[in-house]
């Protein structure tokens, strides 16, 4: 059985597919799973033993999809249900597949008029519905991330002294959107509470210039500002040999999961009732309860609609971390 499966973005939503996609593979006899990405994400996957090939959108849909039809698929699970995976199942006729449930009215309710009638469903689970007519069920197992050998880091040689396996926290600081992100004071703040361990700072270049600031604020507290000077393959094994883990409702906090790592998770104006939550791993949420503006979008904004940003300036940081 040939199997497509269809997931464009983002990093975190990606894996969190893996669970279902590692499913296939190894409960399906003969399954060939096939999986369609955007190229930012390729490299997902590159060492994954899951996924028999790699399909990428790097040119028009029409190329993407005269390059599918050519697979002669036997089913499709559609696992970002818009528009663009629409097209592409309504041009492979024939070929049945499900998509998962988005929930959006549900999420609507909850957000327009704080209604919650969302099931109590990590989305994992979700997705694994889609793919529930081929008989496929949940191995325990949680969430897959593949380091390649040539990615994982020696921390010995790529921070300071100091800095050992098992004895470094990593902090995730970035977030797509700035409203799921906690503000530079508040991150000082933060790292503050878990000095005097060290503490890695991880995210892209764009989070340079706030991890710099949090590193001359912290000084001389073991700190290392590693925002942009690691690939993401290089950044996922850090998480892996950290002692804990404290990240915004972000991808890496997904492969954090992936490595079981405990994780001090971080929520703003998004809630983990939507289902994004850690999965099958140690975690706590860190989240400011009882606003009544909250959650104000299932995504998330540039700045708080309402001016305040309460749910992120109001997070009490001073608890006991891990010793």
């Not at 669970?19 to 590159?46: D, M």
């Not at 942009?228 to 915004?248: D, E, P, T």
Request: net charge positive; charged share 20%; glycine share 8%.
């Amino acid at each position: 059985m040939k199997i497509l499966v269809l997931r464009f973005s983002s990093i975190g939503d990606i894996v969190l597919t893996t669970p279902v996609v590692r499913q296939l593979k190894t409960q399906l006899p003969g399954a060939q799973v096939h999986f369609a990405t955007k190229p930012a994400f390729a490299k997902l996957f590159e060492a994954s033993p899951y996924v028999d090939k790699l399909h990428l959108l790097s040119g028009s849909l029409g190329e993407l999809v005269r390059e599918l039809r050519a697979e002669r698929f036997d089913f499709i699970v559609d696992l970002h249900h818009n528009l663009r995976t629409r097209l592409i199942r309504w041009q492979l006729p024939g070929v049945p597949g499900r998509a998962f449930d988005k929930l959006n009215w549900q999420k609507y309710l909850l957000v327009r008029f704080k209604i919650d009638r969302l099931p109590p469903l990590h989305l994992v689970d979700r997705y694994r519905a889609a793919a529930a007519p081929l008989g496929i069920h949940d191995d325990g197992a949680g969430l897959d991330y593949f380091i390649p050998p040539a990615q994982e880091v020696d921390v010995a040689a790529a921070l300071p002294p100091g800095f050992r396996p098992g004895h470094y926290v990593a902090v995730a600081i970035g977030a797509q959107h700035a409203t799921k992100r906690l503000p530079p004071d508040k991150l000082i703040e933060l790292v503050r509470h878990l000095a005097p361990r060290p503490v890695v700072l991880l995210g892209g270049s764009e989070d340079e210039p706030i991890g710099h600031a949090i590193e001359l604020a912290i000084a001389p507290s073991p700190i290392y500002n590693g925002c942009g000077r690691f690939s993401l393959h290089q950044s996922a094994s850090l998480l892996r040999q950290a002692q804990f883990v404290v990240s915004h409702d972000t991808g890496l906090m997904h492969i954090a999961a992936a490595f079981k790592q405990q994780v001090f998770s971080v929520w703003g104006n998004t809630v983990p009732q939507f289902g994004m939550y850690p999965y099958r791993t140690p975690f706590e949420v860190l989240e400011v309860p009882g606003l009544p503006c909250r959650p104000c979008s299932k995504i998330g904004f540039a700045q708080c609609p309402q001016g305040h940003f309460k749910c992120m300036r109001e997070q009490d940081l001073a608890r006991d971390w891990p010793e």
